[in-house]
């Protein structure tokens, strides 16, 4: 069997193997995985990734005694949970900026509670959830964690996840400041081209927390208005903030007649 894949494969064509490779390098997936979904799309490459996301990934055998030594390796000395410095240990040993999205979604994965905390049940758990029982086994899944913000379920779910995460622990709004570091970390990855004056608007007329509502709402906002503003309906249901947002884009030459400044569309 092995045989005759690698056949198929030296007779691919060139742009059968760059999409194989490209499959590779976005789903985390081996070789032979890749060119089975693309075969199976017809060659589709957002077929595939459609047919890849919607399967249950399976879950490899863990071994508890190894979890176990992972979870005191960075566990704090004086509580236990794992902490700022176990998570920046962590950080180091998967060799990725504990600033990095990826933190976001290994949190994601392991239900943390709160932002620069694990327990040992989240920790654990979200080890197991992911197949992995060894440092090296989890670096080997940064790619696959990274492909996960690739797909709009699962990015709705990281980006909901992030309000509960980032708050202060007590409280119901997020503050501004973090709210506006978690905005232009998450809208990095969808490239949405107001994320930035949705960002000054918010300490120019805003400096108030952020409700739960904006939060979840600003996300259906960048995914169903166009950048030009072309499809706002002013009777729309959209929180105040966002209806202020607009006439701020508006007063401030940032739209005009339905268009992005050229100035925006540089930047």
Not at 18 to 31: A, L, N, P, R, Y
Not at 84 to 101: E, F, K, N, P
Not at 162 to 169: D, I, L, M, Q, V
């Amino acid at each position: 069997m092995t045989f005759i894949f690698a056949f198929y494969q030296n007779k691919l064509g060139r742009g059968h193997r760059d999409k194989v490779h490209q499959f590779m390098t976005i789903t985390g997936t081996s070789e032979k995985a890749a060119y089975q979904a693309l075969k199976a799309s017809d060659w589709h490459l957002e077929g595939a990734f459609d047919a890849f996301y919607s399967q249950p990934q399976p879950k490899s055998y863990t071994d508890a005694r190894r979890l176990e030594d992972l979870y005191n390796r960075y566990k704090d000395a004086y509580a236990d949970m794992i902490m700022a410095d176990g998570i920046t240990l962590l950080c180091s040993d998967i060799l990725v900026d504990h600033q990095d999205i990826v933190m976001l979604v290994l949190s994601w994965h392991m239900k943390a509670a709160t932002m620069c905390e694990f327990s040992k049940q989240e920790f654990i758990g979200g080890l197991q959830s992911l197949g992995v029982d060894s440092i090296e086994k989890l670096r080997e899944k940064i790619p696959f964690m990274r492909s996960e913000l690739k797909d709009d379920q699962k990015f709705r779910e990281i980006y909901n996840f992030a309000f509960g995460w980032a708050k202060e622990k007590g409280q119901k709004s997020l503050a501004l400041d973090t709210a506006i570091g978690m905005w232009q970390l998450l809208f990095a990855e969808k490239h949405w081209p107001l994320v930035d004056h949705w960002c000054q608007f918010l300490q120019a007329r805003h400096n108030k927390a952020i409700s739960r509502d904006t939060w979840s709402q600003l996300l259906e906002f960048a995914k169903t208005v166009d950048p030009q503003l072309s499809n706002y309906d002013v009777d729309g249901a959209w929180p105040y903030l966002i209806d202020e947002f607009v006439e701020y884009l508006i007063e401030n030459g940032i739209i005009q007649n339905g268009q992005l400044s050229d100035w925006t569309q540089k930047h």
